[in-house]
């Protein structure tokens, strides 16, 4: 719902720019006219359709680089989220806000269209070319709507409504321009909170009247009479908002358009325009292309094929900048000895995917609708070529081996400026170091953080952990572990050339 409103109100902005632009002041009120209406109903169209067209690529052309040993990993947001518990209130308040206004603005229409029924049956009528003429008493200014012109009666008696008049809501009536506003005023019910679909609404009045105008001029033979007449009626005013009234906008605007003349080459570029700007809009919401991998031929005498591994979910112990997410539900413990890969590995869920997306420090490594899924298969059914094509995957994680730092090396890790530091898995400030001494560390590791994954609290361009000889035996470090504590390893590829 949300992408439908995006698309379509960035549609109904598109086109309705380019009518202020370039159509609104020029007398091509008949295609404009068509112009507002198709507008609606190709932006409402762009929101909800999509078309997929398939390009296939061949797996040879991809870039085979080789694996480098040490690469960094970049930050990953992997799924397997742990759901809050809670209720979220916020669904059920905009239901209620928008179910309010369609209420609001349903009833407002409905007790319109009555007021126009109560009208015609409480009152006398009268026929004018062949059209439904209704007599209402103390009526200020007639207006049309539908098949019917609303008179007042005694003026109407008295022929003090003037044929002009007549003739221009006769026009309006022939013309079905009730049609457009029944249209605009139905939508609005339902998207009564786009603020888009009330400019439409009168630009296409104001458009009718137009339309109504040049009718007229072309029915009558005395063309500054009835220009007199627009200015002796313009300080009436309307009577509903859904009929068509002969003062509805301002007359200045009528009586320049009635002085206008018509340029077919404008008209004509504009026209282009128009359909260059609907094509646009349409390939840029509506075609979406969908990537397929074509399978290399095989060569027995080529090398295995390799990838430029981006991320994948790592084992270790948050000692790089990204998250690592464990399954709670995989127990595992710290042993003295390496267990076997098929014991370690056991029902991890493999995930491989083919990006053409950038592998660059901005790259981000959750699953895009664009991404296509090599394959996604536990370790136990991979296939023994598989598991040696694949082989740099499946990595234990070692036990750590204690490590000793210099006083200068620690020294230089006081500068909070430059690194944000962690003893025993406790982000502390960098004076802490302070308090210890270069033998007092079992194991230190660090790493950069790219400038997309910094924080306000910690801008510093590196991370380093420290960890005490209690905490590094507490924690079991320098051991194996007994089997990978995540139930599922996602890498992606490139394919970018």
Same mark, same amino acid.
């Given at each position: ?21 370039? =159509? ?9 006219? &068509? ?22 690529? /061949? ?9 480098? $040993? ?56 009268? $026929? ?12 200020? %200014?007639?207006?049309? +709507?539908?098949? %019917? ?12 409504? #003037? ?5 221009? #809501? ?16 139905? @939508? ?17 009045? *104001?458009?009718?009247? +137009? @339309? ?16 007199? *007449? ?5 300080? *009436? ?86 998250? !690592? ?5 995989? /127990?595992?413990? /710290?042993?003295? %000895? ?29 699953? $895009? ?17 598989? =598991? ?9 994680? #070692?036990? +750590? ?50 400038? $997309? ?34 139930? /599922?390893?996602? !890498? &992606? ?5």
């Amino acid at each position: 719902m949300i992408e439908f409103f995006i698309k379509s109100t960035t549609a109904l902005a598109s086109f309705y720019i380019f009518y202020i632009l370039f =159509l609104k002041k020029e007398k091509a009120f008949y295609f404009n006219r &068509w112009y507002l209406i198709l507008s609606i109903v190709l932006a409402f169209f762009y929101g909800s359709y999509t078309y997929t067209y398939k390009t296939v690529i /061949s797996a040879e052309s991809l870039i085979e680089q080789p694996i480098l $040993n040490g690469f960094t990993p970049q930050k990953i947001i992997l799924n397997n989220q742990i759901a809050e518990n809670g209720i979220n209130y916020l669904p059920y308040f905009l239901g209620f806000i928008y179910l309010s206004g369609f209420i609001f603005f349903a009833f407002r229409f409905v007790r319109n269209l009555l007021y126009f029924s109560r009208l015609k049956s409480k009152n006398s009528t009268s $026929n004018y070319k062949n059209v439904s003429v209704v007599l209402v008493e103390n009526l200020n %200014t007639s207006f049309s +709507f539908l098949n %019917t012109i609303y008179v007042d009666k005694s003026q109407f008696e008295n022929n003090e409504v #003037e044929e002009e008049l007549l003739l221009h #809501e006769y026009h309006h009536i022939k013309q079905k321009h009730s049609i457009d506003i029944l249209f605009v005023e139905t @939508l609005t019910c339902f998207m009564w909170f786009n603020p888009l679909l009330y400019l439409y609404k009168k630009a296409i009045q *104001l458009n009718h009247e +137009f @339309l109504a105008d040049e009718a007229t001029l072309n029915s009558i033979s005395n063309k500054t009479k009835y220009q007199y *007449l627009l200015l002796q009626k313009e300080s *009436l005013f309307k009577n509903s908002y859904l009929a068509s009234n002969f003062n509805f906008l301002l007359i200045k605007n009528r009586l320049i358009m009635m002085n206008k003349t018509k340029s077919k080459i404008k008209s004509t570029f504009f026209v282009a325009g128009a359909i260059v700007l609907s094509a646009f809009l349409f390939y840029s919401f509506c075609v979406k292309e969908e990537v397929a991998f074509q399978e290399p031929k095989v060569n027995e005498t080529n090398t295995t094929k390799q990838y430029n591994v981006s991320q994948f979910n790592n084992v270790g112990k948050n000692l790089n900048p990204f998250q !690592v997410k464990k399954d709670v539900n995989r /127990s595992f413990t /710290s042993v003295d %000895t390496k267990v076997s890969d098929a014991e370690y590995f056991k029902d991890v869920e493999i995930t491989v995917y083919e990006t053409k997306r950038s592998l660059d420090d901005g790259f981000r490594a959750v699953e $895009n609708i664009n991404d296509v899924i090599l394959f996604s298969k536990k370790y136990q059914d991979f296939t023994k070529e598989e =598991l040696q094509q694949y082989d740099f995957l499946f990595k234990q994680q #070692e036990g +750590f081996d204690k490590m000793k730092i210099s006083k200068k090396e620690l020294e230089q890790y006081k500068n909070k400026n430059k690194y944000a530091i962690w003893i025993d898995d406790v982000n502390v400030s960098n004076e802490k170091l302070n308090n210890y001494k270069p033998e007092d560390f079992a194991y230190y590791s660090g790493s950069s953080v790219y400038k $997309n994954a910094r924080t306000k609290k910690h801008p510093q361009p590196f991370q380093y952990s420290f960890y005490t000889h209690d905490y590094f035996e507490k924690k079991n470090m320098g051991k194996w572990l007994s089997r990978h504590p995540g139930k /599922s390893i996602v !890498v &992606w590829v490139s394919t970018k050339k």
